[in-house]
């Protein structure tokens, strides 16, 4: 019911929906509680709604002025696109650490053998 006072048209609906008469349900005394709880809840939707509007035409209008960056990748950019870029340049990054390495131990194993030679003379 839209018409007439919030009053009559709750107690109207609360005496159908508890299957007594309009005068009985005036005498209740549970309906005055039941009809403030709801009075109360409808002006909190009523508030909590008006905020949410509030705050969604604040962050457009927010939005409109100075719209949001855009957010950086985190960290350095990625060396290679792919995984297997990426296992491919480690082998061949181990690959030539252990030349230089072997080459390295060479030359310092001539370089002994030819001290050790000139000492025993």
Known sequence: MTHGNLWTNFVKDWAADNGTSYMEAIK???LS?????????????AKTTQYQALKADAIAL???????PE???RGRPAKYATDE???QAKKEKTVLSTK???????????TLE???TLGEM
Request: no cysteine; hydrophobic share 20%; charged share 55%.
């Open 28 to 30: 209740d005394p549970t």
């Open 33 to 45: 509680t039941a009809y403030k709880q709801r009075k109360k809840e409808t002006k909190r939707e």
């Open 62 to 68: 927010a939005e409109m002025i100075t719209p949001f």
């Open 71 to 73: 957010k950086k990748a």
């Open 85 to 87: 870029e990426r296992k």
């Open 100 to 110: 230089k390495k072997r080459e390295k131990d060479k030359t310092e194993n001539i």
């Open 114 to 116: 030819v001290t050790e």
